[in-house]
C-alpha cells in the first residue's frame, strides 16, 4: 500500500474514533445506555469494516491508478522521445527537403542550359546540313563539269589523232608532192635544156616552208615569208600547193632579210596562185 493510501486509513480511523467518543459521551446522557452502545458499537464496528474495505479498494484503485499513471507517464515519456524522434526525422526531413530543392533548382537551371545548347547544336546540324546540302550540290556540279570536261577531253584527244592522222597524210602528200616536183624539175630542165636555157640555178636547196603573203595584182610575182635569215637565196625554186594539191612553182629572183620574191613560172602553173598558199623546197 502507498503512502497516501495508509494517511488515508489514519485518518479514517481518527474518525472512527472522535465518532465514538462523541457518541458515548452522547449515549451516557442517555437511557439504556449500554444497550445503545453495544448496538452503536456494532454499527460502528460494521462501518469500520466497511471503511476499512471501502479504503483498501480505495488503496487497490490508487494503487491501479497510480499503476495506470505510472504507465501513461511511460507511454508519455515513449511518446515525448517518438515525438522528438518525429521532429529529428522531420528537420531532417525539412534539411533533406532544402536540400532537394537546391537540387531540383540547380537541375532545373542545368535542364535549362541543356535545352538552350540543345537548340544551339541543332541550329548547329541544321547549318551544317545546310551547308552540306550545298556542298553536295556544288560536288554535282563539279563532277558533271569534270565530266564534261572528259568528254571535251576525249573530244579533244580525238581531233588530236585525226589531226595526227591528218598530219601524217599531210606528210604522206608532201612525200609524193616532193617525188612529183622532182619529176617535174626534171622534166623542167630537160624542157629548158632543150629550149637552150641557163643551168647556173643551184639544185642543193636546204628543206624550207613558208607561205604566199602577196601576190602581183598581174599576176607575175609572188612574195613569200621566207628570207635569207631562213637561207632562201636568190634562183632557188619553190613548189607552192593548196592543201594537198599543186598549184605552182617560183622562181626566186630577189631576196631580203625577212622576204623574198620570186617569179611565176607560168609553164608549170596548174592554178592561179593565192595569198594563203603553202610554199616548200622544190626538190
Do not use: C, H
Not at 60 to 67: I, K, T, Y
Not at 193 to 211: E, I, N, R, V
Amino acid at each position: 500500500m502507498s503512502t497516501v493510501a495508509k494517511i488515508l486509513v489514519v485518518v479514517n480511523l481518527v474518525l472512527a474514533g472522535a465518532f465514538l467518543a462523541s457518541a458515548s459521551n452522547f449515549l451516557g446522557r442517555q437511557e439504556n445506555w449500554r444497550r445503545k452502545w453495544d448496538k452503536l458499537d456494532v454499527e460502528t464496528k460494521a462501518q469500520i469494516l466497511t471503511l476499512v474495505e471501502q479504503n483498501k479498494e480505495a488503496g487497490e484503485q490508487f494503487d491501479a491508478l497510480d499503476q495506470q499513471t505510472r504507465s501513461v507517464q511511460s507511454a508519455n515519456a515513449g511518446l515525448k522521445k517518438e515525438n522528438n524522434q518525429l521532429n529529428s526525422q522531420n528537420d531532417l526531413l525539412k534539411q533533406s527537403w532544402g536540400e532537394t530543392s537546391t537540387q531540383l533548382t540547380r537541375a532545373t537551371a542545368a535542364l535549362q542550359q541543356s535545352q538552350e545548347t540543345i537548340k544551339s547544336n541543332r541550329e548547329l546540324i541544321d547549318g551544317l546540313q545546310a551547308e552540306r546540302t550545298t556542298l553536295i550540290e556544288a560536288v554535282k556540279a563539279a563532277l558533271e563539269q569534270k565530266e564534261a570536261s572528259v568528254r571535251n577531253l576525249n573530244e579533244k584527244e580525238i581531233q588530236f589523232e585525226n589531226l595526227l592522222a591528218e598530219k601524217q597524210a599531210l606528210e604522206t602528200r608532201i612525200e609524193e608532192l616532193k617525188n612529183e616536183n622532182r619529176s617535174l624539175r626534171l622534166s623542167a630542165e630537160n624542157a629548158i635544156a632543150k629550149l637552150g636555157g641557163s643551168g647556173d640555178t643551184p639544185l642543193d636547196q636546204p628543206d624550207l616552208l613558208g607561205q604566199v603573203i602577196a601576190v602581183a595584182p598581174e599576176g607575175g610575182l609572188a612574195i613569200i615569208s621566207l628570207g635569207a635569215e631562213d637561207g632562201v637565196k636568190r634562183g632557188y625554186r619553190l613548189t607552192v600547193s593548196r592543201g594537198r594539191d599543186y598549184v605552182g612553182e617560183l622562181e626566186i629572183t630577189r631576196v631580203e632579210a625577212k622576204q623574198a620574191a620570186g617569179r611565176i613560172n607560168q609553164a608549170f602553173a596548174k592554178g592561179k596562185i593565192q595569198r594563203g598558199d603553202r610554199v616548200t623546197s622544190a626538190r
